[in-house]
């Protein structure tokens, strides 16, 4: 302050008012606390489960004489194990951490009864463990992504109508009467969810249904998952951290809600293109294809949001970790729904089909977005629970660059094996080549995917692990000023 500044004043309503709301945000702290720190927990520990599952399925792909000493190390098991891991463990628990907690801010209401909450948590996490185990040990329902076991299933299902009747009563006695963008979001991934998940778990089930119809079934399915419930509670949280800590309102709220709308109403649509070229009427793959390229409308409005947003704060990102992996986290939303809309031409499918494009474009959904997403949202909710602030700015300066880095590889890796692939399988000058010879074309691909970025990935979550247990034995710095990469009288 300089001689010639005067101090600010506060009126002492001003004052008040904002004592009222910071009790008012302490208590419902207070009771997200048991609940969000368990999802939280249990879902690093998937995490780091997945990365280890990750790395062995990767090193199977080309070096297949690896651990055959383990047979239930097949990749036949490994990879739809570490589907599991990653989907149901680590996105679905992080995600409903962060949904729980952002709904109780946003609704202002304090979370009765949190210990149902938590028992909810459990129910989900033994669910995940019983498929994983099921999975690994042989059983697989043959239907991607939904792989697991019917009693997998139920525990998953009980687990989530404890946790997300909460977020619907939260909703439903909120005091705001104009409930923010992100609220919407969440609210669709929380009705969302229970009916793609129980409807595909009875429709696969009826003897009924099978063959062509269960993959229908399943690639409805899986529009949903990945677009709705992982699109939604990713884009609730980036609509609220974003305009947080830049301190200023999000650009259009027109704009946001044209967005919300557009994706709720075209992305549960696109599910079919992966069924392009199969024995399904044409019908359903054709309008999965419009409904995909009209992606371009909520792709559109929710990015330019974001960017003008951002507009003269790009800054700030040298500064605050949750906004760093925030906004990386919306550059990939971008980018998966831009490679989705490629994708799903006929012409562009027919070389991408049968191949690890397909797994190069859910990682960066799932890796690329989401998980960025829950990383920003995880460093700014856990010391509001904890009471302290993240122990090292150096560990999440290491975790942010092996994480960017590491998934970039990964995701980039995918995507150009399965374009290598592809070229293989559609050159019509070589003699029919066969599917093992097409993977081992892409030996070099798999290769460096395997000991470069899923190592550098998993070291980087080992990181973020032991660092999170820092924070939940309170060994952390003294509340306060947040832990930053660098300290604004740093900067220059």
């Known amino acids: 302050m300089t001689a010639t500044e005067e101090p600010q004043t506060i009126s002492p309503e001003s004052a008040e008012k904002r004592d009222l709301e910071n009790a008012e945000r302490s208590l419902i702290d207070a009771s997200a606390r048991g609940p969000v720190l368990t999802f939280f927990t249990t879902a690093i520990f998937w995490l780091l489960v997945s990365c280890v599952l990750g790395f062995i399925a990767s090193l199977k792909l080309h070096s297949p004489e690896s651990l055959t000493a383990f047979g239930f190390l097949s990749y036949g098991n490994i990879w739809p194990a570490y589907n599991t891991a990653m989907i149901y463990g680590w996105c679905s628990l992080a995600g409903m951490g962060v949904a729980t907690w952002l709904i109780g801010r946003l609704t202002r209401v304090a979370i009765k009864a949190p210990r ?3 028992l909810g948590a459990w129910f989900w996490n033994a669910g995940v463990a019983t498929a994983v185990v099921t999975i690994m040990v ?48 969440l609210v669709g991934a929380f ?88 024995p399904v009427p044409a019908y359903l793959v054709t309008i999965s294809i419009a409904a995909t390229i009209l992606t371009i409308i909520p792709l559109c409005t929710v990015t330019t949001n974001f960017v003008r947003t951002m507009k003269g704060h790009t800054s700030k990102m040298i500064y605050s970790p949750t906004l ?91 995507l150009l094996s399965g374009l290598a692939m592809g070229q293989t399988l559609n050159d019509s000058t070589a003699d029919q080549p066969s599917f093992y010879n097409v993977i081992q074309n892409g030996a070099a691909y798999h290769a460096v995917k395997t000991y470069i970025g899923y190592v550098i990935f998993g070291l980087a979550q080992f990181i973020f692990a032991v660092h999170f247990l820092f924070m939940r034995l309170r060994i952390g710095q003294p509340s306060g000023e947040p832990t930053l990469f660098v300290n604004p009288g740093e900067a220059h």
């Open 116 to 118: 149902i909450l938590q």
């Open 138 to 185: 042989g059983y697989n329902s043959g239907l991607e992504y939904f792989e697991m076991h019917k009693a997998a299933r139920a525990c998953i299902f009980i687990g989530y109508l404890l946790i997300g009747i909460w977020g619907l009563i939260l909703f439903r006695y909120r005091r705001q009467a104009a409930p923010y963008i992100s609220v919407w979001y």
């Open 324 to 414: 760093r992996f925030t906004y990386v986290g919306t550059i990939a939303f971008s980018l998966a729904v831009g490679l989705a809309v490629i994708s799903s031409l006929r012409s562009v499918d027919e070389v991408t089909h049968f191949t690890s494009w397909n797994y190069g474009q859910v990682h960066l959904m799932t890796l690329g977005f989401f998980s960025m997403v829950m990383f920003g949202a995880i460093y700014y909710i856990t010391p509001r629970l904890v009471g302290c602030e993240w122990l090292s700015r150096t560990f999440i300066r290491l975790h942010f660059l092996g994480s960017a880095y590491g998934a970039a590889t990964i995701i980039g890796l995918f």
């Open 191 to 278: 009705f969302w969810f229970p009916w793609i998940f129980g409807t595909a778990s009875l429709l696969t089930s009826m003897p009924q249904i099978g063959g062509v119809m269960k993959n229908v079934v399943n690639a409805w399915y899986q529009g949903g998952l990945f677009n709705i419930w992982f699109g939604c509670i990713g884009l609730a949280s980036a609509y609220y951290f974003i305009p947080k800590v830049i301190n200023r309102p999000i650009y259009s709220y027109n704009m946001a809600t044209t967005g919300f709308w557009s994706w709720i109403f075209l992305s549960g649509l696109t599910g079919m293109t992966r069924l392009s070229g199969g």
